[in-house]
C-alpha cells in the first residue's frame, strides 16, 4: 500500500477499463489524467459554446496550426476532448449564452484539479480579465462560470448543500477537502486503518478516497483478501 503502487496501479487499471469510463462517474485518479490531456489545449482560443442538451456543454477551441476541438463536458461524469463534427442547435441556449458572452474569443491558459477532488477548474483570459470555469464531477455535476474574484456569473444547475451554496452573485465554495491518498504516509494510514470497522475494501474505497475499481486492484496485488478487517492488518500487510 506504498504511494509509488497507487501511481503504478492507476496506469494499470486505467487502460483495462477503456470504454467502460464512458458510461461511469470519473474517479479522481481519472481526473488528474484529464488534467494531463487538457493541458495539451492551453494556448487555444474559445471560439463558441454549445448546449446540445441538458446533460452536456461544449466549448468549440482553435488553436493555430489546429484543427478545430470541442472540449465536451457531461455533466456529472466526464471532460474529453472530440474532434469529431456534431450537430449542433441552431439556438443557443442561456447558459451556452452566457459563456459566449464571457468567453467568446478569451484565450485557455490552464486547468487544474482541485486538491484530489472531482473537480476541475480551467483559466481564462481576455482583455477585460480572467475568468474560470469549474466543472463538478460529483453526484449530479455541475459547470460554474467564475470571475477573477471567485464569485459566481452563472451556475448551470443552482445546488444548495449544508456547508455551501452555489447560485449566481455567492463566492463558489469548493466541497469539503478529501484526502489525497498520493500523499499518505504510513502514519497515516495506520491511524485510518485502526480507526476503521469495516472490511479491506470498504476503508480503501472509501477511507482512502481510492474508489472500488483501484481499491480491489491494490488488495489483490497486496495479495490481501477485500473481506479481511481493516484494523486487524499486521505491519508485514501494511507494508505490502
Partial sequence: MRNPEIYRLADEVLPRRGHDTMREQTSSFEVARTVVEL???????VRKAYQPHYEQVVLRMSKKGHANTDLVIVRGKRVYNSTRDRPMPPNPSQFA???????????????SQLGFDRVLSLEFEH???KMSLVIELFRDGNVLLLDESGTIIQPLTHAKYASRVLKKGVPYIPPPESLDPRKL?????G???DESESDLIRTVASRLNLGRVYGSAICSKAGLSEDLSASSLDTGHRES
Fill in 191 to 193: 491511524e485510518i486503518l
Fill in 185 to 189: 504516509d504510513s502514519k497515516v494510514l
Fill in 97 to 111: 449564452m452566457v459563456l459566449r458572452k464571457h468567453l467568446g474569443n478569451s484565450r485557455f491558459i490552464g486547468v
Fill in 127 to 129: 482583455g477585460k480579465g
Fill in 39 to 45: 493541458s495539451k489545449m492551453i494556448g487555444s482560443r
